[in-house]
C-alpha cells in the first residue's frame, strides 16, 4: 500500500503522529485540513475529522475523494466494553456499527448493512505491530455513538445489546463511508478509560499515553503495510 490515510476525532489524537512525520503539505477541502508527507516510501494523508459520526463520515469521503487511499484508518482512543480490556490496552476492530440507531434503518434500506467489517490484513498488521511493541490487544466489534459514554447503566445496556469491546463516536461512521467506497478500513483504539462512572477522571489521566501509545503503533503499521 503506497497511500494510506489516517483519520483522527481530536488534535491529541494526531499530535503525535504529525510530530514524527514533521513539515506537511496542509491542503484545506471543504473545511478540512489535511496533512500530506512523504514518509519511508509511503504517502500518509492524516486529518482531524472533528468528533461524532457526521464530522468523521464527510472527512472520509472527501478523504477518499481527493486523495484515494488505499486504505484507511480510524486511529485513537476509545472507552472499554468488556471486562478482559484494561486501560492503555488496544482494541482492533473487526467490524464496527452505531449504538444508537436501529440497525434495522441500515439492514432494510440503503447500504443494506448494518455491521460494517474491518479488513483482515489490516487487522492481522495491527495486531502484529501490537505484539512487537509488546502491547496487549483485542480484536472486537467497536461500536460509535453521539454520546461519550462515562454511565454503568448506559455502559451496561450497550454491552447486554451488542457485546462490543470498545464505544468511540466515529469508528462506525468511518468504517461505513469505506463499505460504500469499497475502501479497505480498519480502527485502531486504545482504552482510555472504562466507559463507566469513572469514566471522565480515566479520560483525563490516561489520554495523552493512549494517543501516544496509539500513534506509534498507527505509524509502524504504515511502514510495514
Known amino acids: ?24 503539505e496542509v491542503k484545506k477541502i471543504s473545511g478540512f485540513e489535511f496533512y500530506v508527507n512523504e514518509y519511508k516510501g509511503k504517502t500518509i494523508i492524516n486529518s482531524c475529522c472533528g468528533i461524532a459520526k457526521v464530522n468523521s463520515a464527510l472527512c472520509t469521503q472527501v478523504m477518499i475523494d481527493n486523495f484515494h487511499p488505499d ?17 492503555c490496552d488496544v482494541v482492533i476492530s473487526t467490524e464496527v456499527l452505531p449504538h444508537d440507531l436501529d440497525p434495522h434503518f441500515l439492514n432494510d434500506y440503503p447500504p443494506y448493512c448494518a455491521v460494517f467489517k474491518a479488513d483482515k490484513n489490516l487487522i492481522q498488521t495491527a495486531e502484529k505491530v501490537c505484539a512487537e511493541f509488546s502491547v496487549k490487544s483485542f480484536r472486537g466489534r467497536i461500536v460509535s455513538g453521539e454520546a461519550f459514554i462515562s454511565s454503568n447503566e448506559v455502559k451496561a445496556e450497550i454491552q447486554n445489546r451488542l457485546n462490543p469491546y470498545a464505544v468511540d463516536m466515529e469508528s462506525a461512521a468511518v468504517g461505513h463511508c469505506c463499505y460504500l467506497n469499497d475502501k479497505p478500513y480498519v480502527s485502531v483504539r486504545c482504552i482510555s478509560d472504562n466507559a463507566d462512572d469513572d469514566g471522565a477522571m480515566s479520560f483525563d489521566e490516561f489520554e495523552k499515553i493512549a494517543t501516544k501509545r496509539v500513534a506509534d503503533i498507527v505509524l509502524r503499521m504504515t511502514e510495514i503495510l
Open 1 to 24: 500500500m503506497n497511500t494510506i490515510a489516517i483519520i483522527g476525532a481530536m488534535p491529541s489524537e494526531l499530535a503525535d503522529i504529525r510530530k514524527t512525520l514533521g513539515n506537511a
Open 71 to 87: 486504505c484507511v484508518i480510524n486511529t485513537g482512543i476509545a472507552g472499554g466494553m468488556n471486562s478482559a480490556v484494561k486501560v
